[in-house]
């Protein structure tokens, strides 16, 4: 069965002090997949990225990455992996060309496959006006096309992505979404991390992990069928009132404004939600209209996060 | 084709090469120190005191007493510049920092002078300066001379003969030392800045998660410093022979032999440093905190003969020390490396175990 995940950790811990950041996670990562970690800030992404390329050595649990069990034989793995940190790395100072030449003298590839994966490079990430550019000067969305060409210049097998689109606009992130798909189309495994729902959606799996532990796992419509969240929408005249209203009830999970509607999740065991919410809405004189609609992705993250503080939820959204 | 493993030390060094060159700062700092340094010490550096400021009172008043002050003004390591009419008043202008020197004639001066039994005058000196008082010790063995006191001379027992700096110029001894002292700070300060950075600024941990290994990462890094603190000692041997005359009496190989074992030495603390400090600002902290002991104990600016034993055993576990010892018998007694093996071997143990501490401390992971 080795053959078959590129990923594959059980109850892999990491604790730093008396905070365990990364809690008993279990994972199956298939090979050639765009596999993505949903959670807010804080919530275990990175530590557990930075374990599964052996920067960090777990607590406990153990971890397996292309057949290569890590940290032990993380040297072995370092030419198959490619990795892309969260914020930028490569050297501000230096032009996109001399960090390629760097990179690729770092993985040791031939003068000749030098030559050609840059030019390869260049053209794919668009970087060929940007080549005596020196990378300190471009633009959020310069500076990751050329991390990304860095990262994926000795054609590995794997691929890390920490927030890679955290700070880039919308249209470069729907590029940068293209060329990923590439790369996995052409058999590479790619792990991203984000808190962005429209990047999640993306993703040919996911995995949701709050406060260090995974909480829910699947492909996006999977999950979006598969929660256990009642959502509706109200359209309210007044929908500050009633958002304040609702927020005192006990099945009542979230309430999100969006424009003039309301946004609610209730609890799967509060029964005829739509109704119950028309009668008490309609009982403090409210003109009200509530629908049942399909849960998207943010319902699914909120219900699964298990209602977190509205402030976390919201800034993971 | 190289092996990988030169090749990716190779890259790093030319990367660093790369960003020295364009960090305008740091290339000014390595030709902007030896220079500056060289210039200032060895001009301003000059243990050989003249001119103090004095102040006399001569109670005395006598033909006798005037003729020993102006000889003692004729020495010219006092420039008379105030008359005081009493002792306390001497003290006053002693302690307000007027004067540093006091020079009481009691109103018996003249009957003192003759008996000749104990000194005739006081020299009051403020001895917050230590290195005034030796000078006023010399002045007051300063002998009353024919004119003011016909008496015999007797011959002094030895004849002094001063080898290697017949003339005495504070240079001569400065700019050797001077190498030293140049390359401690910057060697130091660049190599532990350079792996800090890559820390600070997020590089490192895309370095770690590529072929690269530590050994590798720090021959990278060190490989580039070894040439400018090569570059370093030249800038300070030329100017010193320029503008100081100071000789070169020994081999030049020899001498960059040994510039060489202590730029490692060097270069091998910087490396233990940057293990530790987890910003560009801790690691120049404990950079000072390593030159000022440096600086103090190594003999280059106190003598190393005059501080007590347990400084003496700090000092001698500080390259700099050998390092000053071995320049200074190089460049001015033309002596070997074979015959100074006593100050090479600690270079070299130095060396060995400060790279040993830094390889075992540097994991290649984050934590």
Known sequence: ?317 | MLPDSLRRARAIAAKEVRQLLRDRLTFGMIVGIPLLQVILFGYAINTDVRHLRAAVADLSNTQLSRSVVAEAAASQVVDVVDVAHSAPELEALLRDGQVSVGLYLPPDFGRRAATGAGPAAQLMVDGSDPTLLGVAQGLALMPLTARSAPRTQPSPLFEVRNFYNPERRSAVDIVPALIGVILTLTMVLFTAVAIVRERERGNLELLITTPVSTVELMAGKIGPYIGIGLIQVTIVLLLGWLLFSVPVVGSLVTLYFAALLFIAASLGLGLLISTFAQTQFQAMQLTVFTFLPSILLSGFMFPFDGMPAFARWIGECLPLTHFIRLTRGVLLRGAGLGGMWIDVWPLLAFFALTLTLAVLKFHKRLD
């Open chain 1, 1 to 317: 069965m080795a053959g078959d995940y590129a990923i594959e950790t059980h109850g892999l811990t990491r604790r730093f002090g008396k905070f365990t950041a990364v809690d008993g996670i279990d994972l199956r990562i298939p090979k050639g997949k765009i596999y993505g970690f949903l959670g807010p800030n804080g919530s275990g992404k990175s530590t557990t990225i930075r374990m599964l390329c052996g920067l960090l050595e777990p607590s406990g649990g153990e971890a397996t990455v292309l057949g290569h069990r890590v940290p032990q034989e993380a040297e072995a793995l370092r030419r198959k992996l490619g990795y892309m940190t969260q914020s930028f790395s490569l050297y501000g100072d230096l032009s996109t060309r001399e960090n390629l030449e760097f990179m690729a003298e770092v993985f040791t590839l031939s003068p000749a496959k030098r030559k050609a994966r840059i030019q390869e490079a260049a053209e794919r990430y668009f970087l060929t006006q940007l080549m005596s550019q020196r990378a300190g000067t471009m633009s959020g969305g310069q500076r990751q096309r050329l991390a990304l060409a860095a990262a994926t210049l000795h054609s590995p097998e794997m691929l890390f992505l920490d927030e890679p689109t955290s700070a880039v606009d919308p249209q470069s992130r729907r590029d940068f979404w293209d060329r990923l798909f590439e790369l996995a189309s052409e058999g590479t495994t790619i792990l991203v991390s984000t808190h962005l729902m429209d990047e999640a959606e993306r993703c040919h799996g996911l995995a949701i992990i709050s406060k260090g532990k995974l909480v829910a796992e699947g492909t996006p419509r999977e999950l979006m069928e598969k929660t256990d969240a009642q959502v509706l929408e109200i359209d309210a005249p007044e929908p500050q009132q009633a958002a304040k209203l609702l927020k005192q009830q006990s099945y009542v999970k979230s309430v999100t404004q969006i424009g003039t509607r309301l946004h609610a999740l209730l609890d799967k065991d509060a029964r005829d939600g739509a109704k119950q919410l028309t009668q008490l809405l309609k009982g403090a004189g409210l003109d009200v209209e509530v629908k049942e609609i399909d849960a998207n992705l943010e319902d699914v993250f909120v219900a699964s996060t298990g209602f977190q503080s509205e402030s976390e939820a919201k800034h993971a959204a």
